[in-house]
């Protein structure tokens, strides 16, 4: 299989990048500004995952009252709103005691379980160590061993699995084996530093990317694509990449946020609504 990129440079102990110099003919690539910006996106998702996951340890599985803006994030970001709720959830009461019977049923519990299980898969992910390899808009000629370019304002992706014929979306391998058959996280180095990309808003590019690649999750609908976005139900969010990315940033800012386009910059600037 054809590859595109030929150095590997190992940033910190928990940073790892690839990209291409055109054997030897690309000189000062990348650039200390992006390779600075791509360890502080890095560090911003570990941080921003571990954030995550405290929240949902500490409704999940200590048990403490939701609150705000928790109960917000998890109705907007993972369909759990009263006009958004899927038919097989039976109940949708915040903080509902844990009852004999409750155990097994398909209650909002049960969805804030599912997105604990993948929101520690991801943090445990990134906070081990993440390989990063470069999307090169402009110079790239290969995907996925196969020629091919990257669009313009390709931020991110993950090579793996195929389109769902069913829902015709995106979707990736995914059990236990999805990180290991799923491609590596593919972000812009250059293009995100260019276009002034915050740590945080690097953060939410990997996150997003790592949930394919590690969750197997698909994407429904982006985050800035609200229309449909604000129309998914519970069971389409929790398998929805953008909804774990946006969610795990608005736990970390303790505020509701959410994209407003394909590049978002700065991801505090749409509070909802
Ligand atoms: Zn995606």
Known sequence: MPHYTNKVKVLS???????SDNKGARLNYPTKAQTDLL????????????????????VVYLRRPEGEPFTSIMNYHFGLAANRL??????????????????????????LNKIRMGMLSISFHLNTGVYLIDVDIGTRNIIGGVADTPGAGEEGYVVGGANNPATGKFTPHCGLLSGF???????????????????????RVIIHEASHKYWGVADYYYAHQTA?????????????????????????Q?????GTDSNDLHHQAALVP
């Open 13 to 19: 102990p928990l940073l790892a990048i690839a990209y």
């Open 39 to 58: 360890l502080n996106g890095a560090a911003a998702a570990r941080r921003i995952m571990r954030a995550a996951v405290a929240e949902l340890d500490r």
């Open 86 to 111: 899927n038919p097989m959830l039976k109940s949708n009461a915040v903080d509902k005691s844990l009852g004999l019977k409750a155990i097994g049923q398909k209650d909002r519990r049960w969805i």
């Open 181 to 203: 058959k799923n491609g590596e996280i593919h972000v812009a180095f250059a293009f995100m530093q260019q276009h002034g990309y915050t740590a945080e808003a690097v953060a």
């Open 228 to 252: 449909g976005y604000r129309q998914l139900n519970c069971v389409e969010a929790v398998d929805n990449a953008d909804s774990f990315a946006w969610a795990a940033v608005s736990l970390d």
């Open 254 to 258: 303790g505020a509701l946020v959410h």
